[in-house]
């Protein structure tokens, strides 16, 4: 079946530095996802993508995310400065063209702000 | 604004049966999932309701009534392998997104 893959599964970064995280999705999905989950806590929405550029964006999505599809394949999340408030688990998700439900998320990447 | 509610816990016997609700409050609507998560791992789709009533996939179904903004997963022959956080989301269809609720942890106990 396909999957979404990121990388890493598990990145620990200094406060202020910039980390980007990698997810590739599956090859003939247009709709593509950022989320985060805080330990503990729910699954929080951040980002959309769609034709090459986001669609929409959370509260949390400030000046200091942002957004690429660098090539055909990757899609990437870059936070600028880190904050300690940063840690927590992020996915990455997309969804096929042909139906409006069943995102597939990936596996995640445990982000430790230290 | 977006809100689903869920209970916090539930507990539940290995074999068993077991429903766990979720309410909504939206300003638009597009159809309910259900998102399976075991610890440590990613959110895993269960199931969709655009329309109101039942859907049945194998041992989980999951029904929705639109006019009381309220759904429900129904687990039945409870195996130890359910012990998990389940979610309820709203949203879908074009590139909209989802908002989970905030989770029900489901503990199976033989």
């Known amino acids: 079946e396909p999957e979404v893959t990121q990388t890493p599964s598990h990145q620990v970064t200094q406060m202020g530095q910039e980390v980007i995280l990698r997810c590739v999705p599956i090859?003939?999905?247009?709709?593509f996802y950022w989320y985060r989950q805080i330990l503990g806590q729910k699954v929080e929405f951040l980002v959309s993508f769609y034709n090459n550029e986001i669609s929409e964006k959370s509260e949390i999505f400030d000046d200091q995310f942002s957004v690429e599809r660098p090539d055909g394949s990757n899609f990437t999340l870059k936070i600028r400065s880190t904050k300690l408030e940063d840690s927590a688990m992020y996915f990455c998700a997309s969804r096929p063209p042909d139906r409006a439900y069943g995102y597939t998320f990936g596996s995640g990447t445990r982000l430790t702000v230290v | 604004g977006q809100s689903l509610e869920q209970p916090s816990e539930v507990t539940a016997v290995e074999g068993a049966i077991v429903q766990i609700n979720c309410t909504y409050q939206?300003?638009?609507?597009?159809?309910l999932s259900w998102y399976q998560q075991h610890d440590g791992g990613a959110p895993t789709f269960l199931s969709y309701?655009?329309?109101?009533g039942l859907e049945e996939t194998g041992r989980f179904s999951s029904f929705l009534s639109r006019s009381d903004s309220y759904g429900y997963l129904l687990l039945q022959e409870l195996q130890m392998k359910d012990s998990a956080s389940y979610f309820c989301?709203?949203?879908?269809?074009?590139?909209?997104?989802?908002?989970f609720g905030t989770g029900t942890r489901l503990t199976i106990i033989p």
């Open positions: 090859s003939n999905h247009l709709y």
């Open positions: 989301a709203v949203g879908g269809g074009g590139n909209e997104k989802l908002t």
């Open positions: 939206t300003s638009g609507f597009y159809g």
């Open positions: 309701n655009a329309l109101d």
